[in-house]
């Protein structure tokens, strides 16, 4: 069974910076998408960025130009460099990877990692 873990999340200030990390316990046979989602209290889980196969990119809009999403394909792992944060970004942020095992897709999720953004 694959499990995922998310490390990197705390508490920093706003206009700070901090770097997620998203690792598999063991391969994938073959990754479709590797994303980063988030849930706000109160509020409803957001994706916030995904990375295809080949580097292709998907942002929230209001992460634009401040967050960048990236992978290690060979190691299952994805990262998420988070820079001028805003208190909004305060959320637990969840990692998701989807993929194909034998003949059926996949998906997995991390158990998050909370990230504080402080006023």
């Known amino acids: 069974q694959v499990q995922v873990a998310e490390s990197g999340g705390g508490l920093v200030q706003a206009g700070g910076s901090l770097r997620l990390s998203c690792a598999a316990s063991s391969s994938i046979q073959t990754i479709i998408l590797m994303s980063w989602y988030r849930q706000a209290p109160g509020k409803e889980r957001e994706l916030v960025a995904s990375?295809?196969?080949?580097?292709?990119?998907y942002y929230l809009d209001s992460v634009k130009g401040r967050f960048t999403i990236s992978r290690d394909g060979a190691k299952s792992t994805v990262f998420l460099q988070m820079d001028s944060l805003e208190p909004e970004d305060t959320a637990v942020y969840y990692c998701k990877i989807d993929g194909v095992e034998g003949l059926r897709l996949a998906d997995y999720w991390g158990q998050g990692t909370q990230v504080t953004v402080s006023s």
């Open positions: 990375i295809t196969g080949t580097d292709g990119t």
